[in-house]
Nanobody, 124 residues
Framework: QVHLVESGGGLVQAGGSLRLSCVAS????????MAWFRQAPGKEREFVAA????????QFLDSVKGRFTILRDNAKSTVYLQMNNLKPEDTAVYYC?????????????????WGQGTQVTVSS
């Protein structure tokens, strides 16, 4: 079972940037599709971005397109979420997730492992 550890969260003003990192261990990183989800207080968890293992197919939540980038470094077993032009509505706990299947990347129930989360707070 792969183990995931996120880092890089923090407090930033609107318009600022953050880069989240997720390091995987205990498994073959090449075998996993990776994703980022987030959960704001009082809201359900939502898909943010994903990158597939075999062809690096990328998908984004519509509201982050053009602002967020997802990148995987297989040599470092790490996936990154670069977040630019952050908005207060991006405030949430961000979770890294991994799955071995090739089914729907946007569905949280398809993921096999989750990190502990990292808080991102965007002030207005």
């Amino acid at each position: 079972q792969v183990h995931l550890v996120e880092s890089g969260g923090g407090l930033v003003q609107a318009g600022g940037s953050l880069r989240l990192s997720c390091v995987a261990s205990g498994g073959n990183f090449f075998d996993y599709g990776m994703a980022w989800f987030r959960q704001a207080p009082g809201k359900e968890r939502e898909f943010v971005a994903a990158i597939r293992q075999i062809d690096s197919l990328i998908q984004f939540l519509d509201s982050v397109k053009g602002r967020f980038t997802i990148l995987r470094d297989n040599a470092k077993s790490t996936v990154y979420l670069q977040m630019n032009n952050l908005k207060p509505e991006d405030t949430a706990v961000y979770y890294c997730a991994a799955k071995v299947s090739f089914n729907d990347q946007t569905r949280g129930g398809n993921y096999d492992a989750w990190g502990q989360g990292t808080q991102v707070t965007v002030s207005s």
